[in-house]
């Protein structure tokens, strides 16, 4: 007796539990305004990077520093194209178009900051003009990026996944700084 009025309550509870679920006022999120905001997770998930010290005493120091940062910025930028990868096309039309172009220009920028780097690691800086002569040469290969603002800028291009953006709720706190 005992074991049917378990089995019972058992059933009881489950059905209730599944209708209960069946009839949720909250509206279902759209796939693209999803996908927008787990890509400003992706987006968003790196902390600010600190300016290096550039010291005209000691140029071996500040070339290091700089060589450093231009390694961390490059880690970040493969991190940041893995995560995006791992993200695929949004789910909108052209989206996979988007999401090639932004890649791409990830990509590119990745290349140019790792070369950069490997440049300035490999520059001769025995004094203070030879350190600038050094970060203009690293300056030069940037020129091209000067504009870049990252994949969201690319991905924005779009107009449905524009508006995704604007209404996904993990991208509102970027609206405001």
């Known amino acids: 007796m005992v074991r049917r009025l378990i089995v019972g309550v058992a059933l009881a509870s489950s059905a209730a539990l599944s209708v209960a679920g069946c009839g949720s006022d909250e509206p279902k999120e759209a796939p693209e305004v999803a996908w927008a905001g787990k890509a400003c997770g992706v987006l968003n998930q790196g902390k600010t990077l600190a300016v290096p010290k550039i010291d005209a005493v000691d140029v071996v120091q500040s070339k290091q520093n700089l060589v450093t940062m231009l390694d961390d910025i ?73 504009g870049y603002q990252g994949p969201q800028q690319d991905l924005r291009a779009n107009p449905a996944l524009n508006s995704a953006f604007a209404k996904a709720p993990g991208c509102q706190a970027e609206k405001t700084s």
């Not at 989206?95 to 920028?109: D, E, I, K, P």
């Open 74 to 146: 490059s880690a970040r930028l493969k991190t940041l194209s893995m995560d995006m990868q791992g993200l695929g096309a949004p789910p909108v039309p052209g989206g996979q178009a988007v999401h090639a172009t932004a890649m791409g220009r990830l990509t590119s920028t990745s290349s140019a900051v790792t070369t950069a780097s490997r440049q300035l690691r490999k520059a001769k800086v025995t004094d203070a003009k030879s350190l600038q002569r050094a970060i203009k040469r690293v300056g030069a290969a940037f020129a091209a990026y000067s």
